[in-house]
């Protein structure tokens, strides 16, 4: 994993023409494609899920794809996800699976395997299992919807980035949600590396610039 990202939320894509965007993202130099599983139960929303998963890795098998799994039972799910062609997954460690057996099941696969906080989840939380992970994902808003207003986790962030330092532990740390111009600079600050983004991304008019700034953002 490079130091530094962007991975583009396509969430909020226009997915009717998933395509060409996927083919714009490339284009631009996008890192990684963020892809936002949702069950309707773990999170007030549906979204998509394999099939589409695997066709965007058809269509370009060198982007990585970064899975971001809010769905209630991930255990049951994620080898499917990594034999569809995600390249990172990330479950949340309030979902209802058993968090060392899904890391387990993991280890199965050769995925990147992470751990996703909502904003109440104390970073205390995911300490145990870093040494296990490849990232952090810190959310920045609640789960479920693009286009909402960032939330601080600074503090999390903070604590998550020294808890590796101190035990040197190799780990990234994304951030989801509410991520632009203004709130990057403040989560790289914090320690993390990974910056998710989706309608800042997706709304500016030049994506390929768009993406490079939040990438100095945090370069
Ligand atoms: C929200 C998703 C995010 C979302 C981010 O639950 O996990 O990935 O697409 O969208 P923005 O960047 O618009 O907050
Ligand atoms: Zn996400």
Redesign the pocket.
Same mark, same amino acid.
């Given at each position: 994993m490079s130091n530094y990202a962007v991975s583009a939320?396509v969430?909020s894509a226009d997915l009717l023409n998933l395509e060409s965007e996927i083919r714009k993202l490339s284009e631009a130099g996008v890192d990684m494609i963020?892809? /936002?599983v949702m069950d309707g139960v773990f999170v007030n929303n549906i979204t998509y899920g394999l099939p589409v998963l695997k066709s965007i890795k058809k269509l370009s098998p060198d982007m990585l794809l970064d899975v971001?799994l809010?769905i209630t039972n991930p255990l049951k799910y994620v080898r499917e996800f990594a034999e569809s062609g995600a390249d990172i997954i990330?479950f949340h460690i309030e979902s209802q699976s058993d968090t060392m057996k899904t890391i387990e099941e993991l280890y199965k696969t050769d995925v990147k395997r992470a751990i996703?906080l909502k904003p109440d989840t104390p970073a205390e939380s995911v300490f145990p299992y870093m040494k296990y992970l490849d990232m952090v994902?810190v959310?920045t808003v609640e789960?479920g919807f693009g286009g909402q207003k960032f939330m601080d986790m600074s503090n999390k962030i903070r604590a998550i980035r020294n808890y590796a330092d101190e035990h040197n532990i190799d780990i990234d740390i994304q951030v /989801?949600?509410g991520i632009d111009d203004k709130t990057a600079p403040v989560v790289k600050k914090a320690g993390a590396n990974i910056l998710?983004s989706?309608s800042y991304l997706f709304r500016s008019e030049n994506l390929s610039e768009t993406a490079d700034s939040l990438r100095k953002a945090v370069d």
């Open positions: 939320s969430l963020h892809f /936002d971001h809010m990330t996703a994902l959310m789960p /989801d949600g998710v989706g």
